[in-house]
């Protein structure tokens, strides 16, 4: 399946082939010449009824760029009918350029049902909800954190073959659930063998959602000690439009926090960088924005061997 989708000056040509759950079916998304891909993320969206997902939407409509919908898209519980009648006359106006991970709302309805019906492809294998899609020089992964027991092993090996299949220079990856967070999810030990797979790999950038706020994180190690060198740098994005809730309890590496606006996260994917703006719905004080480097991963290749610092026990 392919899609030409205007978007501003650019025009990027979305090629969904082979979403089948392989590491070599990664899908190619060529930006227009001389301009760096953009991507726009938040989780925690369409809560019915409730302003904060078409305030969101309506940032989306004057930005350009892929969108990553960070699971928890339709409330209360992801039905078919509550991603048409609350998602789609908001977020939906921008489907043919989004890229979706489900969340635990998700799995309210059994089996993700309601999600995978109104994704179809774009959600990547029914039942499995990962892939992989290559954006400019970087390569974008998508993870499903509800999964367990034999599928998260599954889901483990895919990734570990899919890194390291990889050519790609940077590598951001997307899913629901925490995995730090000052907020009252806070740390989801489940996520962490997803998280040491992706460190072991030389991903850059994590985002997540789960937690109903904004958050960055300086770049960290599986056990959560600060990795300057080869540590991914954590967002917590809870704020497409749900039900905003404080962010109490702060983690040692937790740089900035906001509870108080929706909005979305912008990142520019620049070819051995990044650069990051928090953009919020409604008129705000608040404003987060700065710049880190990829990490320097074996390209092609995902490391064998631990880093330091990276102590872990699989919960």
Known sequence: MSALIGAGRAAILISMLALLGHASAAAPIASSIGEDPVVLAAGDIAQCPGLGAALTAHLLAGLTGIVLAVGDLAYERGSLDEFDHCYEPTWGAYKARTFPVPGNHEYETPNAAGYFAYWGDRAGPVGKGY????????????????????????QENWLRNDLAASPARCVLAFWHHTVFSSGYNGQIPATLPLYRVLYEGGASVLITGHDHHYERFQPLAPNGI?????????????????KRYPALFPQPASEVRSWGTWGILKIVLHPASYHWEFIPAERSHFSDAGDGR??????????????????????
């Open 294 to 315: 990829c990490v320097e991963r074996e390209t092609g290749a995902a490391s064998k061997t631990p880093r330091s610092g990276e102590a872990f026990e699989r919960p």
């Open 226 to 242: 600060v990795d300057e060198t080869h540590g991914i740098r954590i967002f917590v994005v809870g704020t497409g439009g749900a």
């Open 131 to 154: 892939y992989s899609v290559d954006l400019g020089t970087w390569h974008l992964i998508a993870l499903n954190s509800n999964l367990e027991s034999t599928a998260a092993l599954e």
